[in-house]
């Protein structure tokens, strides 16, 4: 058999290997674990991705309200402004007439 220090030498050296695989097993599965939740924690990935799709989609909802707000704001604008589009109404929807005009109705 070998000598009492060979022997100890080889036992710290399977030691020193045992411990440094159980260092490494530690931060490879640490790694994983970390990534993992990263790509499929409440606040990962893909819950960043969903959350900006939602986001880009309600600005893009926003956007076409605010066009739609303008549109009205003009439509309302010129309804209180111009006294060609108050009289077209009256005389449309209310089938009013001026003074001396006489109202002519037809189906179509």
Wanted: net charge positive; aromatic share 10%; glycine share 4%.
């Amino acid at each position: 058999m070998g000598s009492p220090v060979n022997l100890l030498r080889k036992q710290v050296a399977s030691e020193t290997r045992k411990r440094r695989l159980i260092f490494h097993t530690v931060i490879l599965m640490s790694f994983l674990y970390l990534l993992i939740s990263l790509i499929f924690g409440d606040m990962g990935f893909h819950r960043y991705k969903k959350l900006y799709k939602t986001k880009t989609h309600l600005e893009a909802q926003i956007k076409e309200i605010e066009i739609e707000n303008d549109r009205i704001r003009s439509q309302i604008k010129s309804i209180k402004e111009d006294p060609y589009i108050k009289e077209k109404h009256a005389r449309e929807d209310y089938g009013l007439a001026k003074p001396g005009e006489i109202i002519i109705q037809y189906d179509r």
